[in-house]
């Protein structure tokens, strides 16, 4: 008889710690999620690295470009030999705007389209159709003027079209510049053109290209081309 009721307690047992688990099983306890997005998870959408300028964005786009792209010299490689600039600081936009092109390969095969003796050298154009394709991928935007640094156009400064006063359509040539040759500088363009760099090195590649004879609209009778445009330490 004990053993019966033995057994009875038994059964009873094992039947509720049966039903115990499987209550565990159909009734799982919540898990609580960490739903805090962690920063380093977020993935941000940049700007793309080469986006088209315009006037509407170029000079947002400048602003950030110069705080990470420091570089200030370049080389001008030309068939007479090297010249080497010096890009101001201050002058941050045109700096900016000058390593953009130079990283972007824009001036490479450009030329030295107008070649006055005893006064400048202008380049970063071309009658190329393929550099004009560079310019429609890059953008139409212009650059504001920025002529109250103190600079002066002594010889060998490189100096961009922006004036304040007369034409404001001198604005809209980023691409190009000019590299005064003058011996006693260009004065009278104080003022009216952004300068933004010196040679330092090849002044006598500047006056070699500035010998060059041309046709009377002062391009050059044999082509003087940039090679390319290239960053330097």
Not at 53 to 64: C, V
Not at 70 to 80: L, S
Not at 138 to 144: D, E, F, R, S, V
Request: aromatic residues 12%; positive net charge; proline residues 4%.
């Amino acid at each position: 008889m004990k053993r019966i009721v033995i057994i009875s307690v038994l059964l009873v047992f094992l039947s509720c710690e049966d039903k115990q688990s499987q209550q565990k099983k159909t009734n799982p306890k919540p898990v609580q999620k960490n739903t805090k997005v962690k920063k380093k998870d977020i993935i941000r959408e940049d700007t793309p690295e080469f986006p088209f300028l315009t006037d509407d964005n170029a000079m947002e786009f400048f602003l950030e470009y110069e705080k990470k792209n420091k570089e200030n010299k370049v080389r001008i490689t030309t068939k007479f030999g090297d010249i080497d600039v010096l890009l101001y600081n201050k002058t941050k936009f045109h700096r900016a705007n000058f390593i953009y092109l130079t990283k972007r390969g824009y001036f490479d095969k450009t030329q030295f389209y107008r070649v006055v003796n005893n006064f400048i050298i202008q380049a970063g154009n071309t009658d190329d159709p393929k550099v004009k394709r560079k310019r429609k991928d890059i953008g139409y935007y212009l650059l504001p003027p920025d002529t109250k640094r103190g600079y002066k156009h002594n010889r060998g400064v490189i100096s961009m079209p922006s004036s304040e006063i007369e034409n404001a359509y001198k604005l809209a040539s980023p691409f190009e510049f000019f590299i005064v040759q003058a011996e006693h500088g260009a004065h009278h363009l104080d003022g009216a053109y952004t300068i933004f760099g010196e040679v330092i090195k090849g002044m006598n590649v500047v006056d070699e290209i500035a010998a060059q004879e041309t046709d009377e609209g002062e391009w050059p009778l044999r082509n003087v081309y940039i090679k390319k445009v290239e960053i330097i330490e």
